[in-house]
């Protein structure tokens, strides 16, 4: 039977209760939305969506972090990149990432750079591991 009587029981509740109070400077990190590829001057955002990672999978027939456990092949680096642009940059075609690689080169760009300032931090905002993985991965990179 419920005891109806007394404060007792209420003012023992209200005690109970907490104020939770929020910092705002504690609020969890959050991923970057995209990561960005400057040519001529230019940013595409760059950020692998489910379809895209799908597409990419069944294309090569694995898991992409198998084709970037070392550095792959430039083809395939600059369709990881397609696949990254292509919800961004409607219509863009693989001989259009060629031609903005082309142009990247020209601005002093070069294939390892390609893989460790654009494929690696790709894959950080594409949420495929976190930024201190990312950083461990290019520190390994570094020491080969």
Known sequence: MENLGGLNEVSEKEENTEVKVVNLDDEKKK?????FWTVKGRDYQLKLKASTINKLE????????NLVDDM????????????AMEPWEH????????KLYDAWTEEDGNQ??????????TLVVS??????QAQSILEELANQ
């Open 91 to 98: 219509g863009i075609s693989y001989p259009d990432v060629m």
């Open 72 to 83: 792959p092949p430039l083809s395939v680096m600059l369709t990881i990149i397609q696949a």
């Open 31 to 35: 991923r970057k939305p995209f990561h």
């Open 112 to 121: 390892t750079d390609l893989f460790k300032d654009i494929i690696i931090p």
């Open 127 to 132: 949420g495929f591991f976190p930024e201190k």
């Open 58 to 65: 069944n294309k090569y027939r694995q898991n992409i972090l």
